[in-house]
């Protein structure tokens, strides 16, 4: 006994393919018809949350990338650094190796940049190299952690001037308030409700990470200071006893 499996079969198994993997598709389409009808119900005030969001995801992704302990303050880096410049003041290729590794052995190659222009340098000229490069690390640390706290700071109240306007929308649909309260379109009532509610909820769900990760990177940033401003003087110190 066999079964034969004709042209028919074969189409008619390629119909039941092809319409498994449509239906495999019918949820992400209803969602984003879904997330569109939102969109849609909240208004104009929604577009500046939108565009608030995007940029808080962009800017936290950028921060996650940069503020990687490898690029600012590698463990073993200062014991190497003093380990190098033990016996004599390595040369310039060393030195530019070392600004190249991380924010941490730029400060550490100022200093040793500093000796190598100027041997009989004071410590206050030292101190001030390195420091001056210590200034401009941490600002290149801090950057975008304003823009990230600005948005965590307007974007509830960019909801509630969505609010305020769909309470507009919900005081214009009562006609003016002469024919009474029953009397108003239902449907621009609706709309305004939708507006006000939306757009709260949105500017709290955008302002909420964004300031929770905005005390994240503070916090982590206080930290990296920290660490380069001891190991800075802990360098100087070998440099001055180096020099001596």
Not at 59 to 64: D, G, N, P, Q, Y
Not at 188 to 200: E, K
Request: aromatic share 6%; hydrophobic share 50%; proline share 5%.
């Amino acid at each position: 006994m066999h079964t034969n499996a004709g042209p028919g079969g074969a189409c008619h198994a390629g119909r039941g393919a092809a319409k498994l993997g449509h239906n495999r598709f019918l949820p992400i389409r209803a969602e984003t018809r879904q997330l569109l009808s939102i969109i849609q119900a909240a208004g104009w005030p929604i577009w500046p949350l939108i565009a608030c969001s995007v940029l808080a995801l962009a800017l936290i992704f950028e921060r996650f990338l940069t503020l990687k302990t490898a690029r600012i303050a590698p463990p073993k880096l200062l014991d190497e650094a003093i380990s190098v410049s033990a016996q004599a003041i390595p040369g310039p290729d060393v030195v530019a190796k070392l600004a190249q590794n991380s924010a941490l052995g730029e400060v550490l190659a100022t200093g040793l940049r500093t000796l190598n222009s100027q041997p009989r340098c004071s410590e206050a000229d030292l101190r001030a190299a390195m420091e001056g490069t210590g200034r401009v690390v941490a600002h290149r640390l801090e950057k975008y952690l304003s823009a990230l706290a600005t948005i965590a700071s307007a974007a509830p109240l960019l909801g509630l001037l969505g609010t305020v306007v769909g309470m507009i929308e919900i005081f214009g649909s009562q006609g003016g308030g002469t024919a009474g309260m029953g009397n108003g379109n239902p449907a621009q009532l609706a709309h305004g409700i939708s507006v006000a509610l939306y757009n709260t909820a949105f500017g709290l769900i955008i302002a909420i990470p964004a300031l929770i990760f905005w005390r994240y990177f503070r916090g982590r940033v206080d930290a990296y200071l920290l660490t380069l401003e001891l190991a800075s003087e802990q360098f100087l110190r070998h440099l001055l006893r180096h020099k001596k």
